[in-house]
């Protein structure tokens, strides 16, 4: 019999699931400091009637439907359209706008791969992002290890994610560290240039808008 | 504002974006971003006036020295003027 214990040389420990995994603890602990004050303040802005509950799911919710599809959009039109290109990197604020990209007062600064540049995008002091345009930022990002590294020893991290720069290349990190968020246009991939505009977007990855990463080979 | 700068050492409390480890380096001005509401106001709740903001190019070597990884690869930050004075003022 499969479940006879008789004859099996597995064990179960004290807390563990049937798969011999522990349990994970359940995350109703107290409520910390910041959460309280969180709650405080949502519930009297609702009482006052400064916003509805619906209000505060709806813009969740456009938070959550942000994703990098739309930074790879706006790569996309770059690679094919040479004058959006010229205006992306002047004002890529606007050059999002211009593609329907509701980015509320996001200022934003494109900085383009070459083979002479590889760009890197950190924010030092806290988890600065293009959130408006790319969604929430990757947990890697937050970290105190990238955060600290990538300004340190860029190259090491960028091995770490797979990236080998020649000496040849000249690695610029941009720290994010004031009112500017920053998106890297990489540079489109050989051999890509029969694709259309969407099926280039379909290359252009989150890490390769970061820098620690380059699009897709099609 | 002069073409080099150095980030000054101050060490105010409080919200500061200007970076620890970029204080009393020299850098180049990249580009001139415009004037933005003072954060180390305005992350208080308390009127931020407009300051001029700047995008400042230091090398790995200006800010590493020797310990710098590639001497010559770069790091771009966002500096405000109040934080950055002209490089040969007090050059060392």
């Not at chain 1, 799911?57 to 599809?69: F, K, L, V």
């Not at chain 2, 380096?25 to 208080?44: D, M, S, T």
Request: hydrophobic share 35%; with cysteine; glycine share 6%.
């Amino acid at each position: 019999m499969p479940h006879d214990h008789h004859d099996h040389d597995h064990f179960h420990h004290e807390g563990m699931s049937p798969s011999g995994h522990p349990y994970r603890a359940d995350n109703d602990g107290p409520l910390t400091y910041w959460q309280r004050m969180e709650i405080a303040i949502r519930e009297l802005l609702i009482e006052k009637g400064q916003l509805t509950p619906a209000e505060i799911s709806g813009q969740i919710d456009a938070m959550d439907a942000r994703s990098p599809a739309n930074g790879a959009a706006v790569v996309a039109r770059a690679w094919v359209d040479p004058a959006f290109k010229a205006r992306l990197l002047s004002d890529a604020a606007s050059a999002s706008r211009e593609m329907g990209f509701d980015i509320g007062p996001l200022n934003l600064i494109a900085v383009e791969n070459t083979p002479q540049t590889h760009n890197l995008i950190v924010c030092t002091l806290c988890s600065c992002y293009p959130r408006n345009l790319l969604g929430l930022p990757p947990d890697w990002y937050k970290t105190r290890e990238y955060r600290s590294r990538a300004v340190r020893e860029p190259r090491a991290v960028l091995q770490e994610f797979g990236l080998d720069l020649p000496d040849t290349v000249t690695v610029r990190v941009h720290d994010s560290t004031a009112d500017m968020r920053y998106i890297v246009l990489p540079a489109q991939p050989e051999g890509s240039e029969d694709m259309t505009e969407a099926e280039l977007a379909d290359l252009v990855t989150r890490d390769s808008m970061i820098g620690t990463g380059l699009p897709r080979q099609p | 504002m002069a073409e080099r700068v150095r980030v000054k050492t101050l060490m105010p409390p409080g919200h500061v974006r200007a970076p620890w480890y970029l204080r009393g380096k020299v850098g180049v001005i990249e580009r001139r971003l415009g004037a933005f509401h003072n954060p180390e106001q305005l992350a208080y709740g308390l009127p931020a006036a407009k300051k001029p903001l700047y995008r400042v190019r230091f090398t790995m070597a200006d800010i590493w020295g020797n310990e710098a990884e590639n001497p010559s690869d770069t790091l771009d930050a966002e500096i405000y003027a109040h934080w950055l004075e002209e490089a040969d003022t007090h050059a060392t």
